[in-house]
Structures are given as structure tokens and as C-alpha cells.
């Protein structure tokens, strides 16, 4: 797994480094201490695999860094990792595309189950910001899209989001529809933000509910 910690203090970016590296033997560690950097990074490393992220940096913020990310590579999965537990700072990084929220708080255990399910295309809310009943705002996760919201799925995402209705492994889905499980997991990542939901089982209920399967 290459990973790419994008954070401008050098102490804890080679701390967390060093405890992921340590974690797996096949882990490959990347560290960039600037958003710019981080992004001709991205040009340079193809097979990244997913990006942790301070939302805290110099040049371009965290949250602008997420959204230009997104656009030059659409099928990484970003984690949010960040001193803040602020409820507006967990809403505008899942509302700019974050797929994970971990704040420095927490243990290595929860940072890997983060990632995983980044990896998955699942997003993350640690229990911290659940306890505070982030999820509960219009503006984040419900479940289901919200009144006011347009979804639009392309007609390939709409046949994954059937087959993660009917409940289909994403190694299934990409032998069905002759994908790589990559862009399979690019796809419901993608389906979750248009969808505003963290699993597949809140796609499948907003899925139907917008008349999509």
C-alpha cells in the first residue's frame, strides 16, 4: 500500500509515518508538507493508494486541497486527519470529498480502520464526533439526499449502486461489469458523495428513495 501523509509539521508526519510503516510490512510512506507539493506528488505517484490529510497548511488550506485533489484524481480516497474536532471542520471536509475523519487524537488502530475503509470507498466518522451527533445536521450525512439536493449518477454508477442494493461484493460487481475492483471502489465512493452517505446500506435506501434503482 503507498500512502501520501500531506502535513506541515515534520515531527508528527514522520511519527504517524513511522507507525504505518511498522503497522505493515508492504507499507510505502510518502510525506509532503505542503498542499503544492503534495499535488505534483500526485502527478509523480500513479499507484498512490490513498492520502492522509492536515487540514491545516500553508499555501491552499486543507479543505481548497481536498476539492483540487478530487480533480486531478478523482478515485483517491482521502482521510482527514487533524488536531480539530470542531463540528464545522468535520462538515466542510466530507462536504469537499473527504472520505475519513480522524482527529490527532486518536490511536493507530483507528487511523488503520480509517483507511480501510477508505480504501473500500466507505467514509469514516470516528466515535468522538459521532457522540456529539454530527451526523444529525442537514448538512452532513443523513442517509438519504436532503430536499434540496440534485442527484446525478452517471448510468455506470447507477448499475454498480443496483448491484451494492442487492448486496454484491466489489469483486463480484467488477467481474460482472469488467472492471478492475479499483474503479469499482472509485465508483461507490463517487455515489456515496452525490448521495451524501457513509455505507452501502445508506446508498441502497437513498438509491430508492430518489427513484435512481
Known amino acids: 500500500m503507498k500512502i501520501l501523509i500531506v502535513d506541515d509539521h515534520p515531527i508528527l508526519r514522520a511519527g504517524v509515518a513511522k507507525l504505518l510503516q511498522q503497522a505493515g510490512e508492504n507499507m510505502v510512506v510518502i510525506q509532503s508538507s505542503s498542499a503544492d507539493e503534495?499535488?505534483?506528488?500526485?502527478?509523480?505517484?500513479?499507484?498512490?493508494?490513498?492520502?492522509?490529510?492536515?487540514?491545516?497548511?500553508?499555501?491552499?488550506?486543507?479543505?481548497?486541497?481536498i476539492a483540487e485533489f478530487g480533480k486531478i484524481r478523482p478515485e483517491l480516497p482521502i482521510v482527514v486527519l487533524s488536531a480539530s474536532e470542531s463540528l464545522r471542520d468535520v462538515r466542510d471536509a466530507f462536504a469537499h470529498g473527504a472520505l475519513g475523519y480522524v482527529p490527532k487524537t486518536s490511536g493507530l488502530q483507528t487511523l488503520l480502520a480509517a483507511?480501510?475503509?477508505a480504501l473500500d470507498g466507505e467514509r469514516y466518522v470516528p466515535p468522538v464526533i459521532l457522540d456529539h451527533q454530527v451526523l444529525q445536521d442537514s448538512s452532513m450525512v443523513r442517509g438519504q439526499p436532503s430536499a434540496r439536493m440534485t442527484?446525478?449518477?452517471?448510468?455506470?454508477?447507477?448499475?454498480?449502486?443496483?448491484?451494492?442494493?442487492?448486496?454484491?461484493?466489489?469483486?463480484?460487481?467488477?467481474?460482472?461489469?469488467?472492471?478492475?475492483?479499483?474503479?469499482?471502489?472509485?465508483?461507490?465512493?463517487?455515489?456515496?458523495?452525490?448521495?451524501?452517505?457513509?455505507?452501502?446500506?445508506?446508498?441502497?435506501?437513498?438509491?430508492?428513495?430518489?427513484?435512481?434503482?
Not at 54 to 64: A, F, N, V, Y
Not at 199 to 204: E, K, S, Y
Request: glycine share 6%; charged share 25%.
Open 38 to 65: 503534495a499535488m505534483r506528488l500526485l502527478d509523480q505517484h500513479l499507484d498512490l493508494d490513498v492520502v492522509l490529510l492536515d487540514l491545516t497548511l500553508k499555501g491552499i488550506d486543507g479543505r481548497e486541497a
Open 151 to 213: 442527484v446525478s449518477l452517471t448510468q455506470r454508477q447507477i448499475e454498480v449502486l443496483r448491484y451494492v442494493a442487492d448486496g454484491v461484493p466489489n469483486k463480484v460487481i467488477a467481474d460482472k461489469m469488467s472492471l478492475s475492483e479499483k474503479t469499482v471502489k472509485a465508483h461507490i465512493t463517487s455515489i456515496f458523495r452525490a448521495l451524501n452517505v457513509i455505507n452501502r446500506t445508506q446508498a441502497a435506501a437513498a438509491g430508492r428513495k430518489a427513484g435512481l434503482i
Open 115 to 117: 483507511i480501510k475503509m
